[in-house]
Protein backbone atom coordinates (compact mmCIF):
# COMPACT_ATOMS: atom_id res chain seq x y z
CA UNK A 1 0.00 0.00 0.00
CA UNK A 2 1.45 3.34 -0.89
CA UNK A 3 1.99 6.06 1.71
CA UNK A 4 1.84 9.56 1.77
CA UNK A 5 3.28 10.97 -1.36
CA UNK A 6 4.35 14.71 -1.65
CA UNK A 7 5.70 16.50 -4.42
CA UNK A 8 8.32 18.27 -4.66
CA UNK A 9 10.57 17.52 -1.86
CA UNK A 10 13.33 20.15 -2.25
CA UNK A 11 12.15 23.81 -3.72
CA UNK A 12 13.91 27.02 -3.41
CA UNK A 13 12.11 30.37 -4.66
CA UNK A 14 12.99 33.96 -3.98
CA UNK A 15 10.22 36.22 -2.23
CA UNK A 16 7.65 37.53 -4.12
CA UNK A 17 7.36 34.40 -6.20
CA UNK A 18 4.43 31.79 -5.17
CA UNK A 19 4.32 28.33 -4.98
CA UNK A 20 2.41 24.98 -4.95
CA UNK A 21 2.63 22.05 -3.39
CA UNK A 22 1.20 18.63 -3.81
CA UNK A 23 -0.11 15.97 -1.78
CA UNK A 24 -1.41 12.30 -2.92
CA UNK A 25 -3.09 10.55 0.22
CA UNK A 26 -2.93 6.75 0.87
CA UNK A 27 -5.94 5.21 -1.14
CA UNK A 28 -9.15 5.41 0.43
CA UNK A 29 -7.48 8.20 2.57
CA UNK A 30 -10.24 11.66 1.87
CA UNK A 31 -9.36 13.83 5.19
CA UNK A 32 -5.88 15.52 3.79
CA UNK A 33 -4.63 18.13 6.70
CA UNK A 34 -1.22 20.59 5.84
CA UNK A 35 1.42 21.51 8.31
CA UNK A 36 4.05 24.08 8.13
CA UNK A 37 7.23 23.05 10.28
CA UNK A 38 9.64 25.55 11.62
CA UNK A 39 12.61 25.42 13.95
CA UNK A 40 10.99 29.29 15.67
CA UNK A 41 7.41 28.25 15.62
CA UNK A 42 7.41 24.01 15.43
CA UNK A 43 4.34 22.32 14.23
CA UNK A 44 1.31 24.43 13.13
CA UNK A 45 -1.90 24.00 11.13
CA UNK A 46 -2.81 24.75 7.65
CA UNK A 47 -5.35 23.71 6.80
CA UNK A 48 -7.86 20.23 6.25
CA UNK A 49 -9.72 19.31 3.46
CA UNK A 50 -12.27 16.33 3.50
CA UNK A 51 -14.32 15.26 0.41
CA UNK A 52 -12.79 18.76 -1.60
CA UNK A 53 -14.18 20.83 1.23
CA UNK A 54 -12.05 23.04 3.87
CA UNK A 55 -13.19 21.71 6.58
CA UNK A 56 -11.21 23.28 9.33
CA UNK A 57 -8.34 26.11 8.98
CA UNK A 58 -5.51 27.29 11.26
CA UNK A 59 -4.44 31.28 11.91
CA UNK A 60 -2.52 31.85 9.03
CA UNK A 61 -2.69 34.78 6.25
CA UNK A 62 -4.54 34.65 2.90
CA UNK A 63 -1.28 34.07 1.02
CA UNK A 64 -1.87 30.29 1.80
CA UNK A 65 -4.48 28.57 0.54
CA UNK A 66 -5.83 25.11 -0.59
CA UNK A 67 -7.48 23.21 -2.26
CA UNK A 68 -8.66 18.88 -2.97
CA UNK A 69 -9.40 17.49 -5.80
CA UNK A 70 -12.24 14.20 -6.31
CA UNK A 71 -9.68 11.63 -6.15
CA UNK A 72 -8.74 13.39 -2.67
CA UNK A 73 -5.28 14.79 -4.14
CA UNK A 74 -4.67 18.02 -2.34
CA UNK A 75 -2.41 21.02 -3.56
CA UNK A 76 -1.21 24.12 -1.19
CA UNK A 77 -0.43 27.06 -2.60
CA UNK A 78 1.28 30.23 -1.18
CA UNK A 79 1.52 33.10 -2.83
CA UNK A 80 3.68 36.65 -2.46
CA UNK A 81 6.38 34.63 -0.32
CA UNK A 82 8.31 35.84 2.33
CA UNK A 83 11.81 34.89 4.30
CA UNK A 84 9.51 33.68 7.02
CA UNK A 85 7.38 30.75 4.72
CA UNK A 86 11.03 28.86 4.56
CA UNK A 87 9.73 25.98 6.22
CA UNK A 88 9.17 21.99 6.02
CA UNK A 89 5.46 21.70 4.67
CA UNK A 90 3.77 18.50 6.25
CA UNK A 91 0.69 16.41 4.34
CA UNK A 92 -1.26 14.05 6.83
CA UNK A 93 -4.27 12.21 5.46
CA UNK A 94 -6.69 10.36 7.35
CA UNK A 95 -9.58 7.78 6.39
CA UNK A 96 -13.30 9.25 7.02
CA UNK A 97 -14.03 9.08 10.56
CA UNK A 98 -14.41 8.35 13.60
CA UNK A 99 -11.94 11.07 15.16
CA UNK A 100 -9.98 8.36 16.35
CA UNK A 101 -7.56 7.78 13.01
CA UNK A 102 -4.30 8.11 13.07
CA UNK A 103 -2.96 10.76 11.09
CA UNK A 104 -0.40 9.30 8.21
CA UNK A 105 2.35 12.08 7.34
CA UNK A 106 3.81 12.50 4.29
CA UNK A 107 7.94 13.19 4.09
CA UNK A 108 7.12 16.82 3.37
CA UNK A 109 7.89 19.53 1.27
CA UNK A 110 11.46 22.01 2.35
CA UNK A 111 10.67 24.78 0.92
CA UNK A 112 13.81 27.42 0.88
CA UNK A 113 12.88 31.39 0.17
CA UNK A 114 15.86 33.25 -0.71
CA UNK B 1 -7.60 26.13 23.51
CA UNK B 2 -5.40 22.74 23.12
CA UNK B 3 -2.04 22.87 24.53
CA UNK B 4 1.54 20.13 24.40
CA UNK B 5 3.84 20.96 26.47
CA UNK B 6 6.89 18.84 26.28
CA UNK B 7 9.69 19.81 28.73
CA UNK B 8 12.58 18.19 27.90
CA UNK B 9 14.46 19.57 25.04
CA UNK B 10 16.86 16.42 24.27
CA UNK B 11 17.14 13.45 26.17
CA UNK B 12 20.10 11.02 26.08
CA UNK B 13 20.08 7.05 26.69
CA UNK B 14 22.91 4.22 26.43
CA UNK B 15 21.61 1.54 24.02
CA UNK B 16 19.59 -0.63 25.29
CA UNK B 17 18.32 1.18 28.32
CA UNK B 18 14.42 2.59 28.71
CA UNK B 19 13.76 5.57 28.48
CA UNK B 20 10.95 8.01 29.35
CA UNK B 21 9.62 11.30 27.29
CA UNK B 22 7.40 13.33 29.06
CA UNK B 23 4.17 15.09 27.78
CA UNK B 24 1.76 17.26 29.26
CA UNK B 25 -1.85 18.13 28.09
CA UNK B 26 -4.30 21.42 28.75
CA UNK B 27 -7.63 20.80 26.59
CA UNK B 28 -11.61 21.16 27.63
CA UNK B 29 -12.57 18.93 25.00
CA UNK B 30 -14.43 15.82 27.24
CA UNK B 31 -13.22 13.59 24.71
CA UNK B 32 -9.91 13.62 22.91
CA UNK B 33 -6.73 11.24 21.65
CA UNK B 34 -3.09 11.54 22.25
CA UNK B 35 -0.73 10.58 19.82
CA UNK B 36 3.37 10.09 19.41
CA UNK B 37 5.16 10.65 16.53
CA UNK B 38 8.58 9.85 15.75
CA UNK B 39 10.79 12.76 13.32
CA UNK B 40 13.54 10.98 12.18
CA UNK B 41 16.40 14.10 10.19
CA UNK B 42 14.58 13.13 6.90
CA UNK B 43 11.43 14.68 8.33
CA UNK B 44 8.65 12.03 7.70
CA UNK B 45 6.60 11.72 10.84
CA UNK B 46 5.84 8.51 11.94
CA UNK B 47 3.54 7.51 14.06
CA UNK B 48 4.12 5.40 17.15
CA UNK B 49 1.22 5.28 19.20
CA UNK B 50 -2.45 6.08 20.36
CA UNK B 51 -4.63 6.71 23.28
CA UNK B 52 -7.87 7.57 23.99
CA UNK B 53 -9.32 9.96 26.77
CA UNK B 54 -11.73 7.07 27.84
CA UNK B 55 -9.19 3.81 27.14
CA UNK B 56 -9.08 2.35 30.38
CA UNK B 57 -5.90 0.73 29.71
CA UNK B 58 -2.55 2.56 28.87
CA UNK B 59 -1.59 1.87 25.30
CA UNK B 60 0.94 0.04 24.21
CA UNK B 61 3.23 -1.27 20.46
CA UNK B 62 5.70 -3.29 20.54
CA UNK B 63 8.76 -1.46 22.49
CA UNK B 64 6.69 2.07 22.93
CA UNK B 65 4.26 2.30 25.74
CA UNK B 66 2.49 5.21 26.73
CA UNK B 67 2.11 5.94 30.65
CA UNK B 68 -1.41 8.15 30.44
CA UNK B 69 -2.28 9.64 33.76
CA UNK B 70 -6.05 11.42 33.09
CA UNK B 71 -5.97 13.50 36.49
CA UNK B 72 -2.47 14.67 35.93
CA UNK B 73 -2.96 15.38 32.27
CA UNK B 74 -0.18 13.78 31.46
CA UNK B 75 0.95 11.08 28.48
CA UNK B 76 4.79 10.17 28.38
CA UNK B 77 6.31 7.96 26.11
CA UNK B 78 8.64 4.89 27.64
CA UNK B 79 10.87 3.51 24.98
CA UNK B 80 12.25 0.13 26.22
CA UNK B 81 15.42 -1.20 25.30
CA UNK B 82 16.52 1.32 23.04
CA UNK B 83 18.09 1.44 19.95
CA UNK B 84 20.86 3.26 17.94
CA UNK B 85 17.75 3.47 15.36
CA UNK B 86 15.54 5.59 18.21
CA UNK B 87 17.45 9.06 17.72
CA UNK B 88 15.15 11.25 16.42
CA UNK B 89 12.44 13.87 17.78
CA UNK B 90 9.89 12.80 19.46
CA UNK B 91 6.75 14.59 19.41
CA UNK B 92 3.32 14.74 21.89
CA UNK B 93 0.14 15.41 19.81
CA UNK B 94 -3.57 15.43 20.75
CA UNK B 95 -6.65 15.82 19.00
CA UNK B 96 -9.61 17.14 20.36
CA UNK B 97 -12.83 17.95 19.15
CA UNK B 98 -11.56 19.33 15.46
CA UNK B 99 -11.69 16.56 13.67
CA UNK B 100 -8.52 16.30 11.47
CA UNK B 101 -6.27 18.54 13.30
CA UNK B 102 -3.47 18.00 15.64
CA UNK B 103 -2.42 19.93 18.37
CA UNK B 104 1.50 19.34 18.70
CA UNK B 105 4.65 20.13 21.37
CA UNK B 106 8.00 21.19 20.60
CA UNK B 107 9.11 18.25 20.82
CA UNK B 108 12.04 16.06 22.11
CA UNK B 109 15.47 15.17 20.91
CA UNK B 110 16.49 11.55 21.35
CA UNK B 111 20.13 10.83 21.17
CA UNK B 112 21.04 7.16 22.48
CA UNK B 113 24.60 6.52 22.39
CA UNK B 114 26.20 2.54 22.39
Known amino acids: KAGVTQTPRYLIKTRGQQVTLSCSPI?????VSWYQQTPGQGLQFLFE???????NKGNFPGRFSGRQFSNSRSEMNVSTLELGDSALYLC?????????????FGAGSRLTVL | AQKITQTQPGMFVQEKEAVTLDCTYDTSDPSYGLFWYKQPSSGEMIFLIY??????QNATEGRYSLNFQKARKSANLVISASQLGDSAMYFC???????????FGRGTQLTVWP
Open chain 2, 93 to 103: AMRGSTLGRLY
Open chain 1, 27 to 31: SGHRS
Open chain 1, 49 to 55: YFSETQR
Open chain 1, 92 to 104: ATAPENPWANVLT
Open chain 2, 51 to 56: QGSYDQ
